[in-house]
């Protein structure tokens, strides 16, 4: 499929680096593509940055079949364009979009799309230290009636956004609340999929834990909140003594892909590093024993968030007194120096745009 190209005549104005922020600003093209059932996907498109029409009794306001990805470009010392592991994303929108009764998308043309939007608005990309072209593909239904059925039409669309650093002064060691009384999805329901009602699901703890101080929820079980899920835009990974371990893939996480590259590398360099259940009570248990060295959260977003302290039932435990751990630190320079072309990359993550 040709993707039809036609260029803004009203380029915008770039914003500061230092009023990037995250998510705020949105570059000068998007790529839109429709399904209709019994056609397929048509009509591939990269057209100028605006609102879209919608009717009011569009399905996925009301019922909210959507699903979406993150990911970014960057801009290497040499003047290339990184993309990290785009592929992977492009699987995971499949495993979404099979989860939500979307129609299946070519992942290699999803690609190609997203290599051709970055070429166009490459101007965006920032340069400063940490910043990066955000890049937001999504889906959803479009059909307009109210009936409960799973959508006949549908528009793929992908916005960019450019990026600031996620910590202005290095690495800041984030609080974290255990939550056990709201949950955020069970084995069976959606949590495996990257689609917008988890994330419905998870703002009224989130507010909660921020009124008590905490900035990010870590979730348990849904069924006993005993075992350890994840942070809801994030993974968690603890060093626990000499080895570090990260919640099993179980339905109700979603298999980040820095969650997999952090594994990849510890295990490529020597580091004892596993997926396996976890119960909170471990946790408490090896902090109690001073055994609980490190924890941090993995995703497109921080790369790496160290965390500082959790909070579970009312047990505040302060981790590495508050500060950045040795691991922590060397995977989020080993994986941004990879994304940002500064370090080799053996693992073979990067895909060029150019
Ligand atoms: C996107 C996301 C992550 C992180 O995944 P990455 O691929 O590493 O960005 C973790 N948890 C949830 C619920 C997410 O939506």
Not at 159 to 182: F, Q, R
Request: aromatic fraction near 10%; proline fraction near 4%.
């Amino acid at each position: 499929m040709d993707i039809k190209i036609t260029k803004t005549t009203a380029k915008k104005e770039k914003p500061p680096v230092s009023a990037l922020g995250f998510g705020k600003h949105f570059t000068d093209h998007m790529f839109v593509m429709d399904y209709t059932e019994g056609i397929g996907w048509h009509d591939a498109r990269i057209i100028p940055y605006g609102p879209i029409e919608m009717d009011p009794s569009c399905m996925t306001l009301h019922y909210g079949q959507t699903i979406f990805e993150g990911l970014k470009a960057y801009k290497t010392p040499d003047g290339s364009i990184n993309l990290f592991r785009p592929y992977n994303n492009m699987k995971r929108i499949n495993i979404s979009n099979d989860r939500l009764c979307i129609p299946q998308i070519d992942e290699e043309f999803a690609v190609e799309a997203i290599k051709e939007l970055v070429m166009i608005d490459q101007d965006w990309i920032p340069e400063g230290e940490g910043t990066s072209l955000y890049i937001r593909p999504f889906i959803f239904g479009t059909d307009n009636m109210l009936g409960v059925h799973p959508s006949k039409t549908y528009k793929f669309m992908i916005i960019l956004s450019p990026v600031g650093s996620y910590y202005k002064d290095g690495l800041a060691p984030v609080k974290i609340w255990v939550e056990d009384d709201y949950v955020r999805a069970v084995k069976g329901g959606m949590g495996f999929a990257k689609t917008a009602g988890n994330y419905a699901a998870s703002l009224k703890a989130q507010e909660v834990s921020e009124e008590k101080g905490y900035s990010q929820v870590l979730w348990l079980d849904g069924v006993e909140r005993k075992y350890i899920e994840e942070v809801g835009a994030m993974n968690i990974f603890f060093k626990i003594g000499d080895e570090v371990v990260t919640p099993a893939l179980n339905g109700s996480i979603l298999a980040g892909i820095t969650r997999d590259s952090v594994l990849k590398v510890l295990q490529a360099n020597g580091y004892k590093a596993s997926e396996k259940r976890i119960s909170i009570d471990e946790i408490c248990e090896a902090y109690r024993e001073g055994k609980l060295e490190e924890v941090f959260g993995t995703g497109t977003a921080a790369v790496i968030s160290p965390v500082g302290e959790l909070c579970y039932k009312g047990e505040k435990m302060v981790i590495n007194n508050g500060e950045i751990g040795k691991v922590s630190q060397y995977l989020y320079d080993t994986i941004t120096g990879i994304q940002k072309g500064t370090l080799e990359d053996k693992l073979d993550f990067v895909v060029k745009v150019k």
